[in-house]
Structures are given as C-alpha cells and as structure tokens.
C-alpha cells in the first residue's frame, strides 16, 4: 500500500465502487440499518450532486475507491455536506484521506463563494464528530439548520462550517 492518494471529481465508472464502500462503512462497520434501496442518489451521482454549485468527489488510492465526499447545492449560497466516507484502511494521519477530501471540498466551496455548509450525521460516527470539530464545524440544533437542508432519517447530530 503506497501513500498515492488523489482526489479526483466523480465519474460514472467510480460508481460501483463508491456503493460498496459507502454500504460497506454504514452496514458493517457501525451496523446502520440502510440499504442502497434507502439511499438512489448513490445511483444518480451526476444528476443529484454534479448540480449547480454541488459536486462529488472521490479519493482514490492504488485505482480503488476508498473515500467519498459531496457537496450538494441548497440554495442561498449554502451546501450541504453529505457522503463523507473512508474506508477505514485509509484512515488516520498516514494517508489524510478525510483531510484531504474535506480540504478539496472546502477549496471548491471557496471558489464557487459559498457562505455555509452544513451536515447531518449519525451518533455512532464519534471520530466522525471530532473531526468536524477538530475542521472548524459547530455543533447546531436540527432548529439552526437552513430550511432546504435536507435532514435524512439516520441524521440526529447537525453542523454548521462558515467558508471564507
């Protein structure tokens, strides 16, 4: 395993491999009862989240998809974060995936000046929640999000990140 990771914006030929590790991550690493059947805008990346201001981006590392990432545009000139997934052999300050995805995101949110992000996230994912924290996202209430933002039925802890 070399560290030869790129980010690269989603294409379709990424998309098989993009169900499994999200699927994979929700359902067997922290047992989260959702199927793909739950989730069909994993089946319409494109039209979905390649949208507007949104995109979809993918870390790729030895032609294999290990991590995800997606902006989804809500309008007002906020996104929602959403997709944000590594598989866990890629996690950690060895290869900075999720830094990495976060920070290509992040740079694209800037470009495309964006006030607001926002996600929704599980209260299994507690790495998840310290890297938000670590990332300059606030912990908000379901009442402090934007009324487009789409709350999805697993989300029960919110964030709020303030581009600049």
């Known amino acids: 395993m070399d560290n ?9 030929e990424y998309q098989a491999q993009v169900v499994d590790v ?3 991550i929700q359902q ?3 047992n989260i009862q959702i199927t793909k059947e739950d989730q069909p805008d994993l ?8 949208t507007g201001n949104g995109n979809f981006w993918v870390a790729i590392c030895d032609d294999k998809v290990v991590g995800t990432i997606s ?3 809500i309008g007002n000139h906020q996104m929602a974060l ?20 976060l920070n290509s995101a992040m740079k694209w949110a800037r470009e495309k000046s964006i006030k607001e992000v926002y996600l929704g996230t599980t209260p299994q994912f507690l790495a998840a929640h310290r890297f938000y924290e670590k990332n300059s996202f606030t912990s908000i209430s379901l ?12 989300d029960k802890k919110f964030y709020k990140y303030l581009v600049n």
């Open 82 to 101: 959403r997709k944000m997934f590594v598989d866990k052999e890629y996690r950690g300050a060895k290869f900075k995936t999720a830094s990495t995805l």
């Open 22 to 24: 999200i699927l994979d």
């Open 71 to 73: 902006l989804l545009d």
């Open 28 to 30: 067997q690493e922290y």
């Open 4 to 12: 030869n990771l790129i980010v690269k914006e989603y294409c379709n």
């Open 143 to 154: 009442k402090d999000l934007p009324e487009n933002f789409p709350v999805l039925r697993v």
């Open 43 to 50: 089946f319409s990346i494109e039209e979905f989240y390649q």
